[in-house]
């Protein structure tokens, strides 16, 4: 029986064997595939690598990503327990909003990680992460609600928990949104505990 970990590989691999996005492919140094462990609780969801992350083939590694660590670590976790990822796995040219069929190229291999992970909640980071789980979602307004959703995976569906939250990348630089951020982030040990009820 593979692990958690080896069928997190395996899609890792399917996607370059597939070719997925070949015109993003080809202009990206390399797959940025997630990071963090795969039995997390949390699964974060960014919407496409930058310039950095496609550098080091992590995901959230730039000035965002140090944003994220230091909400990490206000609610008292680190990267090593959650699991980071994006919708859209290699960088867009120029760092351009991933085009609508990217992310539906993608899409099936995102449930496929959230299917061998099976987090207890998934926090989407940024209003194009949101609207793959929510397509009603209005980021200024649903921000910080938990709601719940039926998730159809390769064999049945799932009920999961999505949290939508502002991008650290557009809370950085914006201090009304970066208090949003942090309060909404503070929320997130209550909504686990919450569903583990």
């Known amino acids: 029986i593979m692990t958690k970990q080896q069928l997190l590989d395996q899609i890792k691999a399917d996607i370059i064997t597939h070719n997925v996005c070949p015109n993003l492919a080809e202009q990206a140094t390399q797959l940025v595939f997630g990071d963090g462990t795969s039995d997390a609780d949390i699964v974060f969801i960014g919407e496409a690598p930058g310039r950095q992350e496609d550098e080091q083939g992590l995901p959230f590694v730039g000035a965002s990503g140090k944003f994220l660590s230091e909400m990490l670590a206000s609610i008292h976790l680190k990267r090593e ?19 609508p069929e990217e992310k539906k190229e993608f899409l099936p291999y995102l449930i496929k990680q959230l ?14 992460s949101g609207m793959q789980f929510l397509p009603e979602l209005h980021i200024s307004t649903h921000h910080g609600q938990p709601k719940r959703m039926h998730l159809k995976l390769e ?21 009304g949104q970066r208090q949003t951020l ?16």
């Open 182 to 197: 942090m309060d909404d982030f503070a929320l997130i040990p209550h909504i686990l505990e919450k569903i583990r009820k």
């Open 155 to 175: 064999n049945g569906e799932t009920q999961i928990v999505i949290l939508p939250l502002y991008h650290p990348a557009a809370a950085l630089y914006n201090g």
């Open 81 to 99: 327990q959650v699991y980071i990822t994006n919708i859209v796995k290699y960088r867009p040219p120029q760092n351009r909003d991933p085009l």
């Open 115 to 128: 299917d061998v992970i099976r987090p207890k909640l998934v926090v989407t980071l940024g209003r194009h």
